[in-house]
């Protein structure tokens, strides 16, 4: 497989601190060749800012605050928040939406941080990085009102089954799968539902380093997900679809080009 595009991976986070040279380099042995770096709280974006100056072109991230620091959101955050997002390396809005799985922080609050995050992207014509857990019904309704304002967006790590699969088509948006496919017990919601996600609408992402694929043949002693097993998910993916592995690669790279304005 060539010229994979991990469209979320939160290299910021200290696990990766001390090899992330190495992390890279055994990626683009692996295909994968551009990664996006996951922005969770202004803090981690502006990290994400650093590494993707050492790494042009190949390292690109969003600039946004995760549901669960939505209390940190404040009057300050937009306005760093917009100064990141003028770094052409800055390529969405977001990790931003509704937790309601972990309720880290009051449900309130994060409707108005996401509901200011909307409001930045549709500002900046950037597309939207969503997260969503057991908040579906608040989120849709959420999303609905500013859709045609949004250039587009993706549901990262998307779990769910064929309604909330239909719901987000329906928003316009992208559907991202992460190693959550490869999982036998939790997966086989999103397994039935991943033959019904349309080709020109698939991306995929590993979340690194959290949900390290179960599957894999070996698997790493830290247990520490990273990029190069992006053609891993490929392949699950391909196989859950019934389609070849490079049309799944170049499909999803190409949707990636597409949605986040890289370079083909
Ligand atoms: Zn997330």
Redesign the pocket.
């Known amino acids: 497989m060539r010229d994979l595009i991990d469209i979320g991976a939160n290299l910021t986070h200290d696990s990766f601190d001390h090899d992330c040279a190495d992390v890279l380099a055994r990626a683009a042995a692996a295909g994968v060749t551009r990664i996006i770096i996951t922005g969770t709280s202004v803090t981690s974006s502006v990290q994400a800012a650093a590494l993707t100056e050492a790494y042009p072109q190949r390292l690109f991230a969003t600039a946004g605050v995760?549901p669960h620091h939505a209390a940190d959101f404040d009057e300050h955050t937009s306005q760093a928040l917009h100064a990141l997002l003028t770094n052409p390396a800055f390529v969405a809005v977001g990790?931003c939406g509704l937790d309601f799985f972990r309720d880290y922080s009051p449900r309130p609050l994060q409707h108005a941080a996401f509901e200011a995050q909307l409001e930045l992207a549709s500002q900046l014509h950037k597309p939207v990085f969503l997260?969503q857990r057991d908040a579906h019904d608040e989120f849709v309704a959420a999303l609905r009102p500013v859709r045609t304002r949004l250039v587009g967006g993706v549901a990262?790590?998307f779990t769910g089954g064929r309604a909330e699969l239909t719901a987000y088509l329906d928003l316009g948006l992208y559907i991202g799968v992460t190693g959550w496919v490869c999982d036998e017990r939790r997966g086989s919601e999103l397994r039935a539902a991943l033959p019904s996600i349309p080709l020109d609408r698939l991306l995929v992402e590993t979340d690194a380093p959290y949900l390290l694929p179960r599957d894999l043949a070996t698997k790493p002693a830290t247990r520490r997900n990273e990029p190069a097993y992006l053609g891993h998910i490929v392949e699950r993916v391909a196989a859950g679809m019934g389609k070849p592995i490079e049309m799944i690669a170049e499909a999803t790279t190409a949707n990636a080009e597409r949605l986040f304005g890289l370079a083909r």
């Open positions: 995760h990790e997260h990262h790590c």
